[in-house]
Protein backbone atom coordinates (compact mmCIF):
# COMPACT_ATOMS: atom_id res chain seq x y z
CA UNK A 1 0.00 0.00 0.00
CA UNK A 2 1.18 3.46 -0.64
CA UNK A 3 0.06 6.55 1.21
CA UNK A 4 1.01 9.68 -0.13
CA UNK A 5 0.99 13.51 0.45
CA UNK A 6 3.04 16.52 -1.41
CA UNK A 7 2.78 20.14 -2.39
CA UNK A 8 2.94 21.84 -6.13
CA UNK A 9 2.89 24.95 -7.97
CA UNK A 10 -0.05 26.69 -9.60
CA UNK A 11 -2.35 24.24 -11.55
CA UNK A 12 -2.73 26.67 -13.98
CA UNK A 13 0.50 26.37 -15.59
CA UNK A 14 1.25 23.57 -18.75
CA UNK A 15 4.05 21.66 -16.48
CA UNK A 16 3.23 21.67 -12.56
CA UNK A 17 6.34 21.07 -10.22
CA UNK A 18 6.21 19.78 -6.32
CA UNK A 19 7.32 17.24 -4.31
CA UNK A 20 5.93 14.32 -2.50
CA UNK A 21 6.17 12.69 0.99
CA UNK A 22 5.58 9.03 -0.26
CA UNK A 23 5.07 5.57 2.57
CA UNK A 24 5.13 2.44 1.07
CA UNK A 25 4.16 0.12 3.47
CA UNK A 26 5.29 -3.87 2.61
CA UNK A 27 2.98 -6.04 4.56
CA UNK A 28 5.02 -8.67 7.47
CA UNK A 29 8.12 -6.53 6.42
CA UNK A 30 8.24 -2.90 6.87
CA UNK A 31 7.88 0.58 4.99
CA UNK A 32 9.67 2.52 2.13
CA UNK A 33 10.12 6.37 2.61
CA UNK A 34 10.51 8.54 -0.31
CA UNK A 35 10.82 12.16 -0.68
CA UNK A 36 10.56 12.36 -4.45
CA UNK A 37 10.12 15.55 -6.83
CA UNK A 38 7.15 15.34 -9.47
CA UNK A 39 6.63 16.84 -12.53
CA UNK A 40 3.17 16.48 -14.12
CA UNK A 41 1.31 17.98 -17.42
CA UNK A 42 -2.07 20.37 -16.44
CA UNK A 43 -4.00 17.87 -17.61
CA UNK A 44 -2.93 15.37 -14.70
CA UNK A 45 -3.04 17.45 -12.04
CA UNK A 46 -6.80 18.58 -13.25
CA UNK A 47 -8.04 15.71 -13.06
CA UNK A 48 -7.85 14.49 -16.93
CA UNK A 49 -5.71 12.39 -18.79
CA UNK A 50 -2.12 13.19 -18.28
CA UNK A 51 0.98 11.97 -16.68
CA UNK A 52 3.64 12.59 -13.87
CA UNK A 53 7.24 12.07 -13.29
CA UNK A 54 9.14 11.02 -9.69
CA UNK A 55 11.96 11.45 -8.50
CA UNK A 56 14.07 11.25 -5.23
CA UNK A 57 15.54 9.54 -2.46
CA UNK A 58 14.59 6.53 -0.52
CA UNK A 59 15.21 4.08 2.31
CA UNK A 60 14.49 1.47 4.42
CA UNK A 61 14.62 1.49 7.80
CA UNK A 62 13.91 -2.61 8.56
CA UNK A 63 15.69 -5.17 8.36
CA UNK A 64 19.18 -6.32 9.31
CA UNK A 65 20.42 -2.21 8.44
CA UNK A 66 19.12 0.90 6.93
CA UNK A 67 19.37 0.94 3.27
CA UNK A 68 19.42 4.42 1.05
CA UNK A 69 19.08 4.24 -2.54
CA UNK A 70 16.89 6.43 -5.41
CA UNK A 71 13.25 6.32 -6.41
CA UNK A 72 11.33 7.03 -9.58
CA UNK A 73 8.13 6.56 -10.34
CA UNK A 74 6.13 7.18 -13.89
CA UNK A 75 2.50 7.50 -13.25
CA UNK A 76 -0.50 7.54 -15.75
CA UNK A 77 -3.26 9.47 -14.89
CA UNK A 78 -7.31 8.77 -15.95
CA UNK A 79 -10.50 10.90 -15.15
CA UNK A 80 -11.66 10.09 -11.72
CA UNK A 81 -8.77 10.28 -9.76
CA UNK A 82 -7.55 6.84 -11.82
CA UNK A 83 -4.25 6.28 -12.17
CA UNK A 84 -1.45 3.26 -12.78
CA UNK A 85 1.72 3.64 -11.29
CA UNK A 86 5.02 1.83 -12.82
CA UNK A 87 8.02 1.94 -10.20
CA UNK A 88 11.62 1.05 -8.87
CA UNK A 89 13.89 1.67 -5.92
CA UNK A 90 17.11 1.16 -6.82
CA UNK A 91 20.21 1.06 -4.03
CA UNK A 92 22.37 -0.75 -2.09
CA UNK A 93 22.43 -4.43 -1.53
CA UNK A 94 18.77 -5.08 0.05
CA UNK A 95 16.89 -2.06 -1.41
CA UNK A 96 15.97 -3.28 -4.90
CA UNK A 97 11.89 -3.37 -5.54
CA UNK A 98 9.79 -2.72 -8.36
CA UNK A 99 6.15 -1.57 -7.96
CA UNK A 100 2.74 -1.83 -10.89
CA UNK A 101 -0.30 -0.05 -8.65
CA UNK A 102 -3.63 0.65 -9.81
CA UNK A 103 -4.34 4.04 -7.66
CA UNK A 104 -6.77 6.47 -7.02
CA UNK A 105 -5.75 9.85 -6.01
CA UNK A 106 -8.37 11.48 -3.80
CA UNK A 107 -7.44 14.86 -4.55
CA UNK A 108 -7.55 14.40 -8.55
CA UNK A 109 -11.39 13.02 -8.03
CA UNK A 110 -12.42 15.65 -5.91
CA UNK A 111 -10.93 19.31 -5.80
CA UNK A 112 -8.96 19.43 -8.96
CA UNK A 113 -11.25 17.18 -10.80
CA UNK A 114 -12.31 19.05 -14.27
CA UNK A 115 -13.55 16.29 -15.75
CA UNK A 116 -16.66 14.69 -15.54
CA UNK A 117 -19.00 17.22 -14.41
CA UNK A 118 -22.24 15.96 -16.11
CA UNK A 119 -22.17 12.91 -13.67
CA UNK A 120 -20.59 14.11 -10.70
CA UNK A 121 -20.22 18.12 -10.03
CA UNK A 122 -17.08 19.74 -8.58
CA UNK A 123 -18.61 23.17 -7.50
CA UNK A 124 -15.33 24.50 -6.85
CA UNK A 125 -12.66 23.47 -8.56
CA UNK A 126 -9.03 24.42 -7.11
CA UNK A 127 -7.97 25.38 -11.02
CA UNK A 128 -11.02 27.98 -12.73
CA UNK A 129 -9.57 29.28 -16.08
CA UNK A 130 -10.45 33.13 -16.75
CA UNK A 131 -13.99 33.00 -18.50
CA UNK A 132 -14.96 29.19 -17.54
CA UNK A 133 -18.47 29.87 -16.92
CA UNK A 134 -17.91 27.35 -14.21
CA UNK A 135 -15.66 30.20 -12.15
CA UNK A 136 -18.33 32.63 -11.91
CA UNK A 137 -21.62 30.66 -11.20
CA UNK A 138 -21.39 29.38 -7.80
Do not use: C
Not at 6 to 26: A, V, Y
Not at 110 to 133: L, W
Request: charged letters at 15%; proline letters at 5%; glycine letters at 16%.
Amino acid sequence: MRLATGLGTDPSHPWIGGGLLKLDILYGSGTDLSLTGRLANQSFVNGGFGFAFDLGPTARFWGTESRYGAAGTLVLGAPWGLQVELGTSQGQVGLESYSALLAIDLARLTVYRRTGSSYFRNPFPAYRPEGDARSTSY
